[in-house]
């Protein structure tokens, strides 16, 4: 998930911005944090708790998004061939008031969250639409069907992100990234196996598009490229795998995925900054685990990387972790499962499993 926008919510008597990806402004995503003030909360625990949702066991979260005080979820559901819901939203650290009523065989439902512009968007294919918005300011009304289609008919996006007045969506077909108002005709990508799209942003003015593919009309991009409005174009050599996600953090473009290597610079394992002219090592990386990071979350000045590693060199630190201050930070090495989703709410931080895991699907909360 996701998060792009600039919110100001106020938990616990704690001025917070939220965001992901307003008035007072901090982001939790997809834009360059602007620090309001001093009182900026250290995210932190000794512990991970489990939400005791039993609804959560057989269904995946596939997105997390946090707005206006409020932590919307996405499902995908691999049991209920029949009614089920697409999303819900935390009304008190525990408890899913669920929306979004729908009906298994007219597509497999909603994916990943972004906010973008304070309004919560979603990926995903459900009666012939593959993007959604969600009407927040019904979160609380009856009924929940609060799902409006907001393009991409009749194909399903992987990846979404607004470029100037364009929605751009990704997708796994030709062409791999479209402009769905049809006002920009990107060039595609090529690759010795399967093109994938997994992330887009914009990043000081260029649209930035990862994912896994080599290069496009003969240039060598190594699973990451900028647009310059007709072409794409490297970001130095790229990286030696697959890239999972893009946040923006401190000015710089933080890459998270499945690498060793960035523009051949090995300390820039599974995690790495761009600064706009070259790459940059987070410390020496991340190690371990078997497909390095699948989501990136922005609160402030703190960063958090979930996925499926076992830390750093020096620190056991699995599946989650945090950077502040330039220095990585252990969390609690509790986490059971590779983690797919992060959000922030009510001040405390949630991962989700990444992978689907048959009645053992999780939200848990740090504490």
Same mark, same amino acid.
């Given at each position: 998930m996701k998060n792009r926008i600039i919110v100001m919510i106020f938990l616990g008597g704690v001025t917070m911005l939220s965001s992901c990806k307003k008035e007072h402004v901090v982001d939790f995503g997809k834009e360059d944090p602007i620090i309001a003030d001093n009182n900026v909360v250290n995210v932190t625990g000794t512990e991970w708790v489990r939400v005791e949702e039993s609804y959560f066991l057989d269904k995946e979260i596939k997105g997390i998004g946090t707005?206006?005080?409020?932590?919307?979820?996405?499902?995908?559901?691999f049991i209920d061939?029949?009614?089920?819901? $697409?999303?819900?939203?935390?009304?008190?650290?525990?408890? @899913?008031?669920?929306?979004? $009523?729908?009906? +298994? !065989?007219? &597509?497999?439902?909603?994916?990943?969250?972004?906010?973008? /512009?304070?309004?919560?968007?979603?990926?995903?294919? +459900? /009666?012939?639409?593959? #993007? +959604?918005?969600?009407?927040?300011?019904?979160?609380?009304?009856?009924?929940?069907?609060? +799902?409006?289609?907001?393009?991409?008919? &009749?194909?399903?996006p992987k990846a979404f992100t607004i470029f100037g007045t364009e929605k751009i969506v990704g997708v796994d077909a030709s062409p791999y990234v479209r402009s769905l108002s049809g006002n920009i005709s990107f060039p595609d990508f090529d690759h010795s196996s399967t093109v994938r799209i997994h992330n887009l942003i914009e990043y000081k003015g260029d649209l930035i598009c990862a994912g896994q593919f080599t290069s496009s009309n003969g240039t060598v991009l190594n699973n990451i490229a900028r647009w310059n409005g007709s072409e794409w174009l490297a970001l130095g050599n790229g990286v030696?795998?697959?890239?999972?996600?893009?946040?923006?953090?401190?000015?710089? #473009?933080?890459?998270?995925?499945?690498?060793t290597a960035a523009s051949g610079n090995t300390d820039c394992s599974q995690i790495a900054m761009w600064n706009g002219t070259s790459w940059e090592p987070m410390d020496k990386g991340l190690i371990g685990g078997f497909n390095g990071v699948h989501r990136i979350f922005v609160y402030e000045n703190q960063l958090f990387a979930g996925g499926d590693f076992n830390g750093t060199t020096v620190i056991n630190s699995e599946n989650i972790i945090k950077w502040k201050n330039g220095n990585w930070i252990g969390l609690p090495n509790?986490? !059971?499962? !590779? @983690?797919?989703?992060? &959000? $922030?709410?009510?001040?405390? #931080?949630?991962?989700?499993?990444?992978?689907?895991?048959?009645?053992?699907?999780? #939200?848990?909360? $740090?504490?």
């Amino acid at each position: 998930m996701k998060n792009r926008i600039i919110v100001m919510i106020f938990l616990g008597g704690v001025t917070m911005l939220s965001s992901c990806k307003k008035e007072h402004v901090v982001d939790f995503g997809k834009e360059d944090p602007i620090i309001a003030d001093n009182n900026v909360v250290n995210v932190t625990g000794t512990e991970w708790v489990r939400v005791e949702e039993s609804y959560f066991l057989d269904k995946e979260i596939k997105g997390i998004g946090t707005v206006e005080g409020n932590m919307v979820l996405t499902f995908m559901d691999f049991i209920d061939q029949g009614t089920y819901f $697409l999303s819900g939203h935390l009304s008190d650290d525990t408890t @899913v008031v669920r929306h979004g $009523l729908h009906y +298994w !065989p007219n &597509g497999p439902g909603l994916e990943d969250i972004e906010i973008v /512009d304070g309004k919560v968007y979603s990926t995903g294919y +459900w /009666d012939g639409n593959g #993007l +959604w918005e969600f009407k927040i300011d019904e979160i609380n009304s009856l009924p929940y069907n609060s +799902w409006d289609p907001a393009g991409a008919y &009749g194909i399903q996006p992987k990846a979404f992100t607004i470029f100037g007045t364009e929605k751009i969506v990704g997708v796994d077909a030709s062409p791999y990234v479209r402009s769905l108002s049809g006002n920009i005709s990107f060039p595609d990508f090529d690759h010795s196996s399967t093109v994938r799209i997994h992330n887009l942003i914009e990043y000081k003015g260029d649209l930035i598009c990862a994912g896994q593919f080599t290069s496009s009309n003969g240039t060598v991009l190594n699973n990451i490229a900028r647009w310059n409005g007709s072409e794409w174009l490297a970001l130095g050599n790229g990286v030696n795998g697959a890239v999972r996600d893009l946040e923006i953090f401190e000015g710089k #473009l933080v890459v998270g995925g499945k690498f060793t290597a960035a523009s051949g610079n090995t300390d820039c394992s599974q995690i790495a900054m761009w600064n706009g002219t070259s790459w940059e090592p987070m410390d020496k990386g991340l190690i371990g685990g078997f497909n390095g990071v699948h989501r990136i979350f922005v609160y402030e000045n703190q960063l958090f990387a979930g996925g499926d590693f076992n830390g750093t060199t020096v620190i056991n630190s699995e599946n989650i972790i945090k950077w502040k201050n330039g220095n990585w930070i252990g969390l609690p090495n509790t986490v !059971p499962e !590779p @983690v797919g989703e992060i &959000g $922030l709410y009510n001040g405390k #931080l949630y991962v989700a499993n990444k992978f689907h895991v048959m009645n053992g699907n999780f #939200l848990m909360r $740090l504490q």
